[in-house]
């Protein structure tokens, strides 16, 4: 699903820390060209994966390639990284099957997989250059659903926390959580960014009730707030808490 949504912090700007090494001299997000991540979630009529662990697998991929040794540095792919994180942050999550994955899968990127679920993540491009193998794909058709009620959260890695007041496609949702992933990612040391990477990305995703979605909201953890462009309202649809062994993450001072 199509998402022009800015990842946020409660009291950080939506993008990079100051000190990271992809911010430039650009102060104004909307006057820079702008870029968007692909991604792709292959999905058979008769053996579609399940919805949550379609979600888990997006936040991973693009935590693969934020993390690759060809987004960074002087890789081939660290120009259109800079880029697109120097611009607003866009992810735009498409479909494939059959013909279409295997074209998809020819193309510059990687195929992150999950228990089931595969999903294949691109360098970005300018939103008016997408390769014409993905600009094919379709953006509907990803509603996924949980065949049998998701294992709890694993407290030793981060919890990508739905809002549980929206009801969204799986696209929609892939786009969102991908964005709390690298809300996660913006936030460690490199150290700590090596042994979440040595350790495969262990996350998970889930929906709290009310009351917690409350509390997470106020905590000071990082929270996705979406522009609303499609498909729901602006507002906030995730928060991110850190986990117990990777990903450790600090709350930030509230203010008023």
């Given at each position: 699903m199509s998402s022009n949504d800015i990842p946020e912090s409660p009291s950080a700007p939506a993008g990079p820390p100051a000190d990271s090494?992809?911010?430039?001299?650009?102060?104004?997000?909307?006057?820079?060209?702008?870029?968007?991540?692909?991604?792709?979630?292959?999905?058979?009529?008769?053996?579609?994966?399940?919805?949550?662990?379609?979600?888990?697998?997006?936040?991973?991929?693009?935590?693969?390639?934020?993390s690759d040794e060809r987004s960074v540095g002087e890789g081939e792919w660290a120009r259109a990284m800079r880029d697109w994180q120097d611009a607003r942050i866009r992810k735009v999550v498409r479909?494939?099957?059959?013909?279409?994955?295997?074209?998809?899968?020819?193309l510059p990127g990687i195929t992150v997989t999950g228990d089931?679920?595969?999903v294949r993540v691109y360098p970005p491009v300018p939103l008016d250059g997408w390769p014409k193998e993905l600009v094919k794909?379709?953006?509907?058709?990803?509603?996924?659903?949980?065949?049998?009620?998701p294992a709890a959260p694993d407290p030793a890695g981060p919890v990508l926390w739905?809002?549980?007041?929206l009801s969204i496609s799986a696209g929609k949702e892939m786009a969102q959580v991908?964005?709390?992933?690298?809300?996660a990612w913006w936030e460690l040391s490199e150290t700590e960014r090596k042994d979440w990477r040595e350790a495969g990305f262990?996350?998970?995703v889930a929906t709290p009730d009310a009351n917690r979605w409350k509390e997470l909201t106020v905590s000071g953890l990082p929270l996705v707030r979406d522009a609303g462009f499609t498909e729901i309202?602006?507002?906030?649809?995730?928060?991110?808490?850190?986990?117990?062994?990777?990903?450790?993450?600090?709350?930030r001072p509230q203010h008023p």
């Open positions: 090494p992809f911010l430039t001299e650009r102060t104004n997000r909307d006057e820079a060209p702008q870029y968007v991540m692909p991604l792709v979630v292959h999905i058979e009529k008769t053996d579609p994966p399940a919805r949550t662990d379609a979600l888990r697998t997006a936040a991973r991929a693009v935590l693969v390639m934020l479909r494939a099957r059959g013909a279409e994955w295997r074209k998809a899968s020819a089931e679920a595969e794909l379709q953006v509907s058709g990803t509603d996924l659903d949980d065949p049998a009620p739905l809002n549980p007041e991908g964005h709390g992933a690298q809300l262990p996350l998970s309202a602006p507002g906030l649809t995730v928060a991110v808490e850190g986990g117990t062994r990777y990903c450790r993450l600090t709350p």
